[in-house]
Antibody, heavy 122, light 111 residues
Framework: QITLKESGPTLVKPTQTLTLTCSFSGFSLTTSEVSVGWIRQPPGKALEWLALIYWDDDKRYSPSLKSRLTITKDTSKNQVVLTMTNMDPVDTARYYC??????????????WGQGTLVTVSS | QSVLTQPPSVSGAPGQRVTISCTGSSSNIGAGFDVQWYQQLPGKAPKLLIYYNINRPSGVPDRFSGSKSGTSASLAITGLQAEDEADYYCQSYDSSLSGMVFGGGTKLTVL
């Protein structure tokens, strides 16, 4: 059974760096064509893809946020970490961790964490 | 402004059939990239409903079906039930952005 759970601060100040951790079970991030990604959803708004890290450590980022994002993995701990720099109130959103199977355009986000709400405010 | 365009809302009475459209462009759906659909119940995380345009994960009722043609895709729900009331999102891949893209979401109301 695949499960994912996000953790991190619920409140960050503008200009600070956000660090979110995705802890997962039921699969290995060393398995071919498996990746873990991050999606966010501002309150009342649509989903937005942020980043993806593959089993072979290949990384993909949303072009609009690439300069602010870093995604890393620790396969021994079954964790993926996303950092986002220079946080702004518009970054207030629920951040979801997802299990993705398939490469590039063939990827399927079949399992989602419950999400963690991050508020950016001074 | 989402890369994929969906109607903000649709509605139907119990038992009826509704469809939700998802319109893209030549760099995503029109380029042949597959479309996925996700259902987001109120207060919950999204759930995969349709993958690779027409396929349903195990456990998803066959009342839900997907199709794709040209630069658009559609989700059809037959035999509407109250529990279908949710937000629905389409998703594909965009070659110009080199990443996944979502629609703006469609709120389904069961009257």
């Amino acid at each position: 059974q695949i499960t994912l759970k996000e953790s991190g601060p619920t409140l960050v100040k503008p200009t600070q760096t956000l660090t979110l951790t995705c802890s997962f079970s039921g699969f290995s991030l060393t398995t071919s064509e498996v990746s873990v990604g991050w999606i966010r959803q501002p309150p009342g708004k649509a989903l937005e893809w942020l980043a993806l890290i593959y089993w072979d450590d290949d990384k993909r980022y949303s072009p609009s946020l690439k300069s602010r994002l870093t995604i890393t993995k620790d396969t021994s701990k079954n964790q993926v970490v996303l950092t986002m720099t220079n946080m702004d109130p518009v970054d207030t959103a629920r951040y979801y961790c997802v299990h993705n199977r398939g490469i590039g355009a063939a990827g399927i986000m079949g399992f989602w964490g419950q999400g963690t709400l991050v508020t950016v405010s001074s | 402004q989402s890369v994929l365009t969906q109607p903000p809302s649709v509605s139907g009475a119990p038992g009826q059939r509704v469809t939700i459209s998802c319109t893209g462009s030549s760099s995503n759906i029109g380029a042949g990239f597959d479309v996925q659909w996700y259902q987001q119940l109120p207060g919950k995380a999204p759930k995969l409903l349709i993958y690779y345009n027409i396929n349903r994960p195990s456990g998803v009722p066959d009342r839900f079906s997907g199709s794709k043609s040209g630069t658009s895709a559609s989700l059809a729900i037959t035999g509407l039930q109250a529990e279908d009331e949710a937000d629905y999102y389409c998703q594909s891949y965009d070659s110009s952005l080199s990443g996944m893209v979502f629609g703006g979401g469609t709120k389904l109301t069961v009257l």
